[in-house]
């Protein structure tokens, strides 16, 4: 969280956010209106936020990691913009920049942010996706890897990888990146799936450059050393 949407939280009189985000800031919640909404009810949540800012509340919508990647920026300008209300929208970080900072420096070229969420897009987009960020040699960076009722498709995107790149290519595994319950492991392509991967998991798949020194990915930038 930054400081500057740590502060518009500490404005706001009205906290509206998934469940499970709002137990995680519950401390920054104490004398103020919040409403918790379950997973799939993200056009629900954008609409109680949008009315209620209609209506004169200070309104903040929360979201994990950046509001603007696979978060709410989107649902919330869409429906804001029938009714011509401004949105401000405070960045937070991304799982990727994140993630990437326990495993080194594997984000130093070009990179492809990926979802394995099927909930809104056809499985067979995403693979095509995959297969084209692959060949085009760029950086990986999996979000929503695998659920409980979702667990056939990441090893269909292992499957997909080791056609297009080496078995021994380097893949960080990072869990819940800087709470309390983190978890950081450097693996590669043929053996990250022998770890435990769940929606919490962000995967980066590193490029053709990528290397393991010292415990640490470095996709190398290109300058001389």
Not at 52 to 76: E, H, K, L, Q, T
Not at 88 to 114: C, F, H, K, N, W
Not at 141 to 158: D, H, L, M
Not at 177 to 202: G, I
Request: aromatic share 4%; with cysteine.
């Amino acid at each position: 969280m930054t400081p500057a949407a740590l502060a518009c939280i500490e404005a706001a009189d009205l906290v509206i956010g998934y469940q499970t985000y709002l137990k995680q800031i519950a401390a920054l919640l104490q004398g103020k209106e919040s409403l918790a909404y379950p997973m799939t009810t993200e056009v629900a949540r954008a609409q109680m936020a949008v009315d209620a800012a209609r209506s004169g509340r200070n309104v903040v919508m929360i979201s994990g990691g950046d509001p603007g990647v696979f978060g709410m920026a989107g649902p919330v300008l869409e429906v804001a913009a029938r009714s011509g209300l401004d949105v401000r929208i405070e960045p937070g970080i991304t799982a990727a920049t994140a993630a990437a900072s326990r495993l080194g420096a594997p984000l130093m070229q070009d990179v492809a942010l990926i979802s394995l969420s099927d909930r809104l897009t056809p499985w067979s987009t995403i693979m095509k996706r995959i297969r084209l960020a692959a060949e085009a040699d760029l950086v990986l960076v999996f979000y929503n890897p695998s659920s409980q009722g979702r667990v056939r498709q990441i090893g269909e995107v292992r499957a997909e990888l080791l056609t297009i790149l080496p078995g021994t290519t380097p893949v960080g595994i990072v869990r819940n990146a800087f709470r309390d319950d983190e978890t950081v492991l450097v693996s590669d392509l043929q053996h990250f799936l022998d770890h435990p991967v769940d929606m919490a998991t962000t995967l980066i798949v590193g490029n053709r450059a990528t290397a393991v020194w010292n415990g640490r990915m470095i996709t190398p930038r290109g300058y001389r050393l």
